[in-house]
């Protein structure tokens, strides 16, 4: 009796990467596009003065109603996006911050910069706010969520070592206006990618957040979107964590969005230094940023991040504290070691602080963490307008530089009180024994 062929050998099926890995890339790429807008603000400073004669307490105050409204914004955002989805709030946001660049090449008075730039692109980059990666890594991934935090926070320094040096020459060889239509039509580049590829949670494709060992099905829109996000605003708002937090993150924005962002080009062409250069060593800022963000989520994921907290602030003081007697015409090597110093710790203060807002405040992490950035805009805004004043009756940024130093050292105590939860989640941030 003739017996049957045993079946064939089956090939083994290639294990494909995690659908989690491709929705952070799309949204690594989609901050990166975005990140034309953010770049160009301390740029426009000397070319808008020289053109209409406005102050730089004026431009400033244009720069901070875009830094606090898009502080403002991202709490009520992060809430949307549990309405309506992460793609349709992040394309209408792109098109939004398109529109507001592009308007400012037709402004004649200072009102019009308020409100293409300050109001229109202001709402827009809320909506684009560090939230989008807080939710992003909050439905996507289980595991290694400190890390991915990391990377996609580093995809802003990313879009300003592409954009900086790349409007710097534009402005430099042409005007300010192509390059603020630069921005204006990077943004709107980024939209297709978004609508086509980013998908708003895992069960939208059938599989588990990465890390996951069940599946979790879509859970139904959330609605009452800002309802919700003024409730966990007064839930969190009666615990001292909350304070804390936003106390050390609005010295984060003061110190980084409202001050070098928006006044070192200026401050270094003060002292003889060509914007182009100037512009060249924010862009290397950049290239450091990304290596200490991702290491800092690498850092989140194991160690105690009330202590990584103080120490980012501490050596971020320290930092400012030296840099008025660093500018000069040129750039020299001293000058080289603040900007890899400083860069390394630019927003490493972001996955720590994510990561203890998701350890506080649960389910509602992302969008308390958008009230939480609300305090690090609007601490962007006072500087960004302070110190554009501080110029203009000084003559000098010196003053901004040494108190903003010491505003780090107080940053760092205050992390230091933060209470940190013992029963920490995945991707919590490791909670240590030693808490004193």
């Avoid at 995809?155 to 005007?175: E, K």
């Avoid at 921005?183 to 998908?199: G, M, Y």
């Avoid at 302070?386 to 901004?400: H, I, K, Q, S, W």
Wanted: aromatic residues 10%; positive net charge; glycine residues 10%.
């Amino acid at each position: 009796m003739r017996t049957a062929d045993p079946a064939p050998a089956l090939a083994p099926r290639r294990r494909r990467p995690h659908r989690a890995w491709s929705v952070a890339a799309v949204t690594f790429l989609t901050i990166i596009g975005a990140a034309g807008f953010a770049s160009l603000p301390g740029l426009l400073i000397e070319p808008l003065h020289a053109e209409f004669h406005w102050s730089r307490g004026t431009i400033g105050f244009a720069v901070s109603v875009n830094l606090a409204l898009y502080g403002l914004t991202a709490p009520f955002a992060a809430a949307l996006m549990d309405r309506f989805g992460i793609r349709r709030v992040v394309a209408v946001a792109l098109t939004v911050i398109a529109a507001g660049a592009g308007l400012t090449v037709f402004m004649t008075a200072s009102w019009q910069l308020v409100l293409s730039w300050g109001v229109l692109v202001g709402l827009g980059s809320g909506s684009m706010a560090l939230a989008f990666a807080a939710t992003v890594t909050g439905r996507w991934f289980t595991a290694r969520r400190g890390l991915v935090t990391g990377i996609l926070t580093a995809a802003g320094a990313s879009g300003q070592l592409v954009f900086l040096p790349l409007l710097s020459w534009i402005i430099d060889r042409h005007d300010w206006r192509p390059a603020a239509v630069t921005v204006a039509l990077a943004a709107l580049a980024v939209v297709p990618l978004v609508w086509l590829l980013l998908r708003d949670h895992p069960a939208d494709v059938g599989v588990a957040s990465y890390g996951a060992t069940e599946f979790v099905p879509k859970p139904p829109p959330q609605r009452g979107a800002a309802r919700r996000a003024v409730r966990a605003l007064v839930s969190a708002a009666r615990t001292g964590p909350f304070w804390l937090l936003a106390g050390t993150f609005a010295i984060c924005g003061a110190t980084t969005n409202g001050l070098v962002k928006t006044h070192f080009v200026p401050a270094a062409h003060d002292h003889g230094m060509p914007m182009t250069a100037a512009a060249s060593l924010l862009a290397v800022i950049g290239i450091f940023d990304i290596a200490g963000t991702i290491a800092s989520g690498w850092f989140t994921d194991r160690f105690n991040t009330r202590r990584l907290l103080a120490t980012y602030y501490g050596l971020r003081g320290l930092s400012l504290m030296f840099l008025p007697l660093l500018l000069s015409d040129t750039v020299h090597p001293p000058m080289v070691f603040f900007i890899v110093f400083y860069g390394l710790d630019w927003v490493a203060t972001v996955p720590p602080t994510i990561a203890l807002c998701r350890e506080h405040y649960g389910d509602d992490g992302a969008i308390v963490f958008g009230w939480v950035l609300a305090a690090h805009q609007v601490g962007a805004a006072l500087i960004a307008f302070l110190g554009g004043l501080a110029r203009d009756a000084f003559g000098t940024y010196n003053p901004v530089w040494y108190a903003s130093g010491a505003l780090c050292a107080v940053a760092a105590l205050m992390a230091l009180v933060i209470r940190q939860r013992r029963e920490g989640g995945p991707g919590d941030g490791r909670v240590v024994a030693a808490q004193g």
